[in-house]
C-alpha cells in the first residue's frame, strides 16, 4: 500500500448521538424557513436537487450561495456543544495508528471544512496527515462517496493507483466511495460485507498490518492474510 486516506467522522472521532446529522439538517432548514422539514428531508425527493428546490420555493444559484454556507455554523454549534459535553472524543488506538503510519496519508471528511479544522486542533492532529481534503461546501454533493474526491486527492499527493491506496473508515458510504474509486476498503468497527478489510478497532488494525512496515501491507494483488 503505497498511501493511506482515513474517514473523521465515527472512525477517528466519535460523536455520542446517532442522530446527530438529522438534528443539525433540520435545523439548518427550519432556519431558512423551510415548514415541514422533514417531509423533503426523509424523502427520496432529497436526492433530487431539482425536486429540493422546487420545495423550498428557491433557485440552486440562491441554495449555493446563500443556505449552504450557513450550515457550518449550525454543525460548529453542535459539535462544540457534545464536545463541552464530553459527548465527543478521539477514538481509542486512532491517533497512534496515525502518527506511526510511514506511508502518505490523506484525511477525507464530509463535514465543513471549519469543522475538519477545529477537531484536528482539539485532538492535536494538525500536522499529522500530508493531504487534508476540503469539501467545497456550497456544492454539497462533491463528497464521499463520488470519485472525484478521491482524484483530486490522488492528484493533490501525485498518486496513479488507487488500487495501492487504502481507505479507513466505518461505514457504507466509506465502503462505497471505496468502491467506486476503486481502493482498498479497510472497515473499522462495523464489519460491513463486502469490505477488503474489517478490524474492530485502530489497535487491531495497527497491530495485524504493521503500519510501520508498509511493504507488508495489504494491495489488491498481495492480500493481507491473517
Known amino acids: 500500500m503505497c498511501s ?57 444559484d440562491t441554495y449555493r450561495s ?12 453542535h459539535k462544540k456543544r457534545l464536545y463541552d459535553n464530553e459527548k465527543l472524543w478521539i477514538n481509542k488506538g486512532a491517533k497512534k495508528f496515525i502518527n506511526d503510519l510511514t506511508i502518505p496519508k490523506a484525511l477525507i471528511s464530509n463535514s465543513a471544512p471549519i469543522v475538519v479544522d477545529w477537531l484536528l486542533n482539539k485532538f492535536g492532529l494538525d500536522d499529522s496527515f500530508d493531504y487534508i481534503y476540503k469539501r467545497p461546501y456550497d456544492y454539497e454533493d462533491i463528497k464521499k462517496p463520488d470519485p472525484k474526491v478521491a482524484l483530486e486527492v490522488m492528484n493533490a499527493m501525485s498518486l496513479e493507483n488507487p488500487n495501492e491506496i487504502g481507505m479507513v473508515g466505518d ?56
Do not use: C
Not at 66 to 77: A, S
Open 171 to 226: 461505514s457504507k458510504t466509506d465502503l462505497d466511495f471505496a468502491r467506486n474509486s476503486g481502493l482498498i476498503s479497510i472497515i473499522i468497527y462495523n464489519n460491513i460485507e463486502g469490505a477488503d478489510l474489517f478490524f474492530s478497532s485502530f489497535d487491531d488494525m495497527h497491530k495485524k498490518l504493521g503500519v510501520l512496515h508498509p511493504k507488508n501491507f495489504y494491495t489488491k494483488t498481495n492480500q493481507y492474510q491473517d
Open 4 to 60: 493511506s486516506d482515513l474517514d473523521l467522522d465515527y472512525t477517528i472521532v466519535h460523536y455520542d448521538d446517532n442522530s446527530l446529522d438529522n438534528k443539525m439538517m433540520l435545523e439548518w432548514l427550519k432556519s431558512e424557513g423551510v415548514k415541514n422539514p422533514e417531509k423533503i428531508y426523509f424523502s427520496e425527493a432529497w436526492t433530487n436537487l431539482d425536486e429540493r428546490m422546487k420545495y423550498f420555493g428557491i433557485d440552486l
Open 66 to 77: 446563500e443556505w449552504r454556507p450557513r450550515f457550518p455554523n449550525i454543525e460548529m454549534t
